[in-house]
């Protein structure tokens, strides 16, 4: 499939992207290559090859959740911008109307 400029142009739109001189014929070679190999993988047999759920049958070895009392209160204040008390402060950033 040929990718023209125009569909540069589209996909870049899309992706708030801007490609100019060099770096759109670059952008616009390597999207030929992906439909390419693309296009290459559609010629695989792959008739009788059962789809894959996981690429490996290693399974994740986790640690137990353990709840830890690493920081106090204070320490967690300590250098905290603004508090009151026992809370951080922040700004406000949603505004009630009403």
Do not use: W
């Amino acid at each position: 499939m040929k990718i023209t400029n125009e569909k540069v142009d589209e996909l870049a739109q899309l992706a708030k992207l801007k490609f100019e001189g060099a770096s759109k014929e670059a952008i616009r070679q390597d999207l030929e290559n992906i439909l390419e190999m693309c296009e290459k993988l559609n010629e695989v047999d792959t008739v009788g090859v059962e789809p894959l759920i996981y690429m490996s049958t290693n399974t994740n070895i986790l640690r137990e959740d353990e709840v830890k009392q690493e920081l106090s209160h204070e320490e967690a204040l300590k250098n905290a911008p603004k508090k009151d008390s026992d809370f951080f402060r922040v700004p406000k950033v949603i505004e009630q109307n009403g």
